[in-house]
């Protein structure tokens, strides 16, 4: 296991790493690295794990040769994160070979040409992500991935077409986005039936015809986003209230006009935090934070998670959150109750962000020994969260030690034994 992300490391990946034969999970996101994929990175056949995301990574795909392995014959992999660089030319059908792949994330990248028809091979799939590129041809056959939760194809330059058939067949969705593309014809009512499905977001293409979500509607639906679409009437169903989006279509110039319907969402909905209402007005100085299980000042060990595929998309939802709070404490043996969470947000790059305070048990301070083991959990992923949560990784903040100034740099993503930015 290497970890080196968010470390501030330029230049070019070394080839070197393609020595490390053993190697099951590399991480260098989140740094300025550049230059091309080392293609020697096919050689590490144990890889479940390889994480280049947000970096400023350029080239094409390195595809394998007769007498040369590349990323394409990463047999193992499970995630393959790329997501944030500057890559180009098109993904190689090989790639429809690793099919243990189970998160794949090309998205915001400069990817070319259409994607390849074979796609749908990798039918353990759960998180597909290719918005943001310039890619072309067809909407993407997905018809078979039947573990698809997550897939966003926006930002693209897919042929104009009505919805694929993909989009009333794949009943394991929890979120479909095609925003800004050139879909035509009628919004397809099955996708809103589907059990788990809690946001369907296609906003900027061109649905026309009478829109209309059925009679049998999913229990998790939270929204649907149909922003500047061309649907000029609508039949509304009794079986759901929450937000249907419809500005900037020719529906809102009639009776609906009015509605909530045809108004513009809230951008800074409520959110999340851990409920200090047993602290009562309690306050703290600027360098200490409020600890939910005691209402005593301290300082916390504080930090930014980022969850790279959440199986969730709506937020509302405080028990997802309980239960992140009650797997902390439990698996890095801290006091119940002594975890502060705060924030929840879908980021720019899509990841599910959330800031993390972690209370010490006694007194106000945690000592060197406590920092560095639940860095080290953190930071080389021993400790495991909630499975809805999917992969993350973790940046500290400096910890203010008692008897000390603050001190920078320690235990960020990459602190601990699977790697150091220090």
């Known amino acids: 296991?290497?970890?080196?992300?968010?470390?501030?490391?330029?230049?070019?990946?070394?080839?070197?790493?393609?020595?490390?034969?053993?190697?099951?999970?590399?991480?260098?996101?989140?740094?300025?690295?550049?230059?091309?994929?080392?293609?020697?990175?096919?050689?590490?056949?144990?890889?479940?794990?390889?994480?280049?995301?947000?970096?400023?990574?350029?080239?094409?795909?390195?595809?394998?040769?007769?007498?040369?392995?590349?990323?394409?014959?990463?047999?193992?992999?499970?995630?393959?994160?790329?997501?944030?660089?500057?890559?180009?030319?098109?993904?190689?059908?090989?790639?429809?070979?690793?099919?243990?792949?189970?998160?794949?994330?090309?998205?915001?990248?400069?990817?070319?040409?259409?994607?390849?028809?074979?796609?749908?091979?990798?039918?353990?799939?759960?998180?597909?992500?290719?918005?943001?590129?310039?890619?072309?041809?067809?909407?993407?056959?997905?018809?078979?991935?039947?573990?698809?939760?997550?897939?966003?194809?926006?930002?693209?330059?897919?042929?104009?077409?009505?919805?694929?058939?993909?989009?009333?067949?794949?009943?394991?969705?929890?979120?479909?986005?095609?925003?800004?593309?050139?879909?035509?014809?009628?919004?397809?009512?099955?996708?809103?039936?589907?059990?788990?499905i809690e946001q369907v977001k296609l906003k900027d293409n061109s649905f026309n015809d009478t829109f209309s979500m059925g009679d049998s509607i999913g229990g998790s639906l939270q929204l649907v986003d149909l922003q500047n679409n061309q649907i000029s009437s609508v039949t509304l169903s009794s079986g759901y209230t929450n937000s249907l989006v419809l500005v900037g279509n020719p529906v809102c110039n009639t009776s609906l006009s009015n509605t909530a319907y045809c108004q513009n969402p809230d951008e800074n909905p409520k959110t999340y935090a851990t409920n200090l209402a047993n602290c009562g007005n309690k306050l703290c100085s600027p360098d200490k934070k409020l600890n939910p299980q005691s209402c005593e000042c301290a300082y916390a060990y504080e930090g930014t998670l980022y969850f790279r595929g959440p199986s969730f998309r709506e937020l509302s939802d405080s028990n997802i959150f309980h239960s992140l709070e009650s797997s902390l404490w439990n698996k890095l043996n801290l006091t119940p109750g002594s975890v502060f969470l705060e924030n929840p947000f879908f980021n720019i790059n899509d990841y599910l962000q959330i800031q993390l305070a972690l209370f010490p048990p006694i007194g106000k301070y945690f000592n060197r020994s406590e920092v560095a083991r639940i860095g080290f959990a953190m930071s080389n992923q021993t400790y495991k969260p909630p499975p809805q949560f999917g992969p993350y990784y973790f940046i500290a903040s400096p910890y203010h030690f008692q008897g000390t100034t603050l001190q920078g740099g320690l235990y960020t993503s990459g602190g601990g034994g699977g790697g150091s930015c220090n």
């Open 1 to 196: 296991m290497l970890i080196l992300a968010g470390c501030g490391f330029t230049g070019q990946i070394p080839d070197e790493l393609g020595n490390l034969s053993e190697l099951t999970f590399l991480a260098l996101n989140s740094n300025n690295l550049t230059g091309p994929i080392p293609p020697s990175l096919g050689k590490l056949s144990n890889l479940y794990w390889l994480d280049l995301a947000d970096n400023k990574l350029s080239g094409s795909f390195p595809i394998s040769t007769s007498t040369s392995p590349r990323l394409d014959q990463l047999l193992k992999a499970k995630h393959l994160l790329f997501d944030g660089n500057k890559l180009s030319g098109a993904i190689p059908d090989t790639l429809g070979l690793v099919q243990t792949l189970e998160v794949l994330r090309l998205d915001r990248n400069s990817l070319a040409g259409p994607v390849p028809s074979n796609l749908n091979n990798l039918t353990n799939v759960n998180e597909l992500n290719l918005a943001h590129n310039q890619l072309t041809g067809t909407v993407p056959n997905l018809t078979g991935m039947d573990h698809l939760s997550y897939v966003d194809l926006s930002n693209n330059s897919f042929e104009a077409s009505e919805a694929p058939a993909w989009f009333s067949t794949l009943t394991t969705l929890t979120t479909l986005i095609l925003e800004q593309g050139s879909l035509y014809g009628s919004v397809p009512q099955k996708v809103f039936s589907f059990p788990n």
